[in-house]
């Protein structure tokens, strides 16, 4: 199993412009999750999903917005880039209850210029 | 907002030495997870204690955690160099969401 995989692993934007960041994992899991990490910040969650075509936000979730289609992947879409979504983010999934091991993806570090 | 605060924010200790990370949270868990990151990686969960548990071991690792004070510790016993990490506590409050704290940064001195 490849386990989570996150793409891309760096990418830089101008301000305004939108893109996806793209998470599959191939275990199964039906709870998928987004986190950003900032310097002094620990993670900080932006959305989660519970199962395919159900979604909800987070701690942080202006800016973004996301889907689950499938069980495998749950992209993070940003619309309009801004400065301050300059971040490390963390995909991560888990098979089903909150008791089950969570597992997190390398990470994207995008910078928004 | 966060709900989990780590306690020391870093700590250096000597190679052998045990180490020692609190965690405080605000409002009632079903469960908290710890887990470990080293630089540039992502993180790794560790070890999850339910709330109707008081302690709980892994290998050198040991977790305890008090309810009536909202607070859990994170302990490595002999640590090694491998150590070297950043270690966040998690606790999820049975809304699905499972919320990180700042995390301590423990460097092993050789």
């Known amino acids: 199993n490849a386990g989570v995989t996150q793409t891309p692993k760096f990418q830089v934007l101008k301000t305004g412009q939108s893109m996806t960041l793209q998470c599959a994992q191939d275990m199964n899991h039906e709870y998928m999750s987004w986190y950003r990490q900032d310097p002094g910040m620990g993670l900080r969650l932006i959305h989660y999903s519970v199962g395919a075509g159900i979604t909800d936000q987070g701690e942080v979730p202006n800016g973004y917005n996301v889907s689950r289609s499938t069980t495998e992947d749950f992209p993070l879409r940003l619309l309009s880039a801004a400065p301050s979504q300059t971040s490390v983010y963390f995909c991560a999934s888990r098979r089903g209850i909150s008791t089950d091991t969570q597992y997190f993806g390398p990470g994207t570090r995008l910078t928004v210029l | 907002s966060q709900q989990g605060e780590e306690d020391p924010q870093a700590l250096s200790i000597q190679e052998g030495e045990n180490a020692t990370m609190n965690c405080s949270y605000k409002?009632?868990?079903?469960?908290l997870q710890w887990y470990r990151q080293n630089s540039g990686r992502g993180l790794v969960h560790l070890i999850l204690?339910?709330?109707?548990?008081r302690e709980k071991h892994s290998g050198r690792l040991r977790v305890t955690l008090d309810t009536s004070k909202k607070s859990s510790s994170l302990l490595i016993t002999a640590s090694r160099a491998a150590d070297t990490a950043s270690y966040f506590c998690a606790t999820d409050r049975g809304d699905d969401k499972i919320i990180f704290g700042k995390g301590t940064r423990l460097h092993i001195l050789p």
């Open positions: 204690i339910r709330s109707n548990e």
């Open positions: 409002t009632s868990i079903n469960n």
